[in-house]
């Protein structure tokens, strides 16, 4: 169930269904029951004011109003029921009841069902509708939303003008994008996902490519553990450090990695910052390693195949070479902060030797203004309107695997799959917290984990090992968090 439907996926989802036999006024009668019933058990109290618009959210509306009258609710329909077409007309005249016009005003109730707009709205809001979404915004009242808030684009999460803050959304067969992407998740309030009769073999014909980042998405290429494992099938990650004054990015990625499973784990040290790092750590190991020939020849032995590049490393001449030099090799690469930073001015030579490589094991994690710096092509792109359109669009230009780091952290794939994360808590946002992403990640590819659900389950381990913690959180608390995370993945494993 942690596929997410575009738009235009959904309207192929309903229309698959309709040809399947399926009539589209069940499909409408079944999701304003779904609504209905939010409304009922939500403890709003009896007077209900439903705002319809003219599509088949309005539909869904009408037969929300229509049921929750028969329940022994007072319900008001406000909207304009001669405008509506096809199954929404069909909804609208089961409505025995007034439709009164919108008067702008809207406190005269207990609670609001936003029925105006659903997710495919693609421009803004104006005139009537967007009087009546500051009006519901403006109610003081509890809103429950038809699919989406009215006003959030449902496949980019954009606000289009003005839209509802819902205080619950109730959506339909999968949820969308615009459910998880800011700014629109923060206007859903907790997402009621419906069964309204769309059989999931669809699924089969939209082949849906964009998912919420959780265990059901990436468990099966997850390394487990075997009782016949040992240190040396776990995988080597390494992880380059900086100079003196910034070993603390490489040490803080180096725990995480051997946290996040790593059989062995390396900090790749220059000289000057050896006794540092040595002093600094027990069960990770320190090598001294100056530049990129060093650095090539420490990567030559095969079984050291995770290599992570960035936490503290300086930016300039020196970590592009150890970068190309490290990207020749065949490890698993992450390139991080400013080890993307530094190829700022001339990305396309980070990218051709990316395209290169024979598999797609590198990953680029840069957060919001690293990634302007990078990919300034794509920044400035006005078609590109979303975070998780920037990030497809990136991984297709690099032939990497792209995190977009954030609260709504999205994972893009060559292969145009892209995950998004929705279980980041907002004390992640501290120094170092980077770092830890980092080092989970290498932890991950280093034993042999797919790029791509590498990078998805290392963000979802990020979030939740945060969340174990909790408030206060620190960066050097998350790699202490993880076992807690583990155990209960691995019990639901079992």
Known sequence: MNELLTTAEMGEADRLTIAGG??????????????????????????????????????????????????????????DRGRLKGDASIAAARWHGKVEAATGTLADCDVIVDALFGAGLDRDVEGQSLAMIEAMNAAGRPVVAVDLPSGINGTTGAVMGAAVKATRTVTFFRRKPGHLLLPGRLHCGPVTLADIGIPASVLDRVQPKTFANDPGLWIDRFPVLRPQGHKYSRGHAVVVSGGLSTTG??????????????????IASPREALAVNAASSLAVMVRP??????????????????????????????????????????????????????????????FDVIAKRPQYNVVLTPHDGEFSRLFKVIDKDAHLKSKLEKARAAASLSKAVVLLKGADTVVGGPDDRASI????????????????????LGGLLAQGTAAFEAASAAVWLHGEAASEFGPGLIAEDLSEALPAVYR???AALA
């Open 22 to 79: 399926v009539a589209g006024i069940a499909l409408m009668e079944s999701a304003g029951r779904a609504v209905a019933d939010a409304v009922a058990s939500g403890g709003y109290g009896k007077r209900v004011l439903v705002v319809t618009g003219i599509g088949n959210n309005g539909g869904d509306g009408f037969v929300a109003a229509r049921v929750l009258a028969e329940r022994g609710f007072a319900v008001t329909v406000v909207g």
């Open 249 to 266: 990015a490489a040490r803080l990625a180096a725990r995480a990695a051997l946290r996040a499973g790593a059989g062995l784990v390396t």
């Open 421 to 440: 994360a929705e279980n980041a808590p907002p004390y992640l946002a501290t120094a170092g917290a980077g770092d830890v992403l980092a080092g989970i």
């Open 488 to 490: 209960r993945l691995f």
């Open 289 to 350: 390693v100056d530049g990129a020939d060093e650095l090539a020849a420490f990567l030559s032995d095969r079984r050291r195949n995770a290599v992570v590049l960035g936490p503290g490393g300086g930016v300039g001449s020196e970590m592009r070479e150890q970068v190309l030099a490290a990207l020749a090799r065949e490890a698993a690469v992450v390139l991080d902060a400013d080890a993307l930073t530094s190829f700022a001015e001339r990305p396309e030579a980070l």
